[in-house]
């Protein structure tokens, strides 16, 4: 389930991802679903407000993740991915700085619907160390 979470770093750049959002997220989530071919209730896309209280200047105005369990099969679509939703941030977002962060998190997750029932889960399955 790939999660795309958008997190601004100044209040200017909260503005832009205010005005924006709606389109921004629905064009992010047809870049995931065409780059890795996930089923469409997987992928999540959400914007975050700003909470940074003093953001280093080199920083980018917006941190941008893309999160999921590792998958072979779309770790090797990682870096397509990341230039793909680099040229819609560019195309929408001109004049805003982000960065881009495809990552592979190990670990177990469900969904738990307002009724209190698992409908959705993935086990952690651990991983090997290579020597």
Do not use: Q
């Amino acid at each position: 389930m790939p999660i795309v979470t958008l997190t601004p770093n100044t209040l200017v750049a909260e503005a832009f991802l205010r005005a924006a959002g709606k389109s921004l997220r629905k064009s992010f989530r047809r870049d995931v679903l065409r780059t890795w071919e996930v089923p469409d209730e997987d992928v999540l896309v959400r914007i975050n407000r700003c909470t940074t209280l003093v953001r280093d200047p080199n920083s980018a105005s917006v941190d941008i993740w893309v999160e999921m369990n590792p998958d072979p099969n779309l770790e090797v679509l990682a870096d397509k991915l990341r230039d793909v939703l680099a040229k819609t941030w560019v195309h929408t977002m001109s004049g805003i700085s982000a960065e881009i962060w495809i990552r592979f998190i190990p670990g177990s997750w469900c969904g738990v619907n307002l009724r209190g029932e698992v409908y959705d889960s993935v086990d952690h399955v651990g991983s090997e160390t290579l020597l």
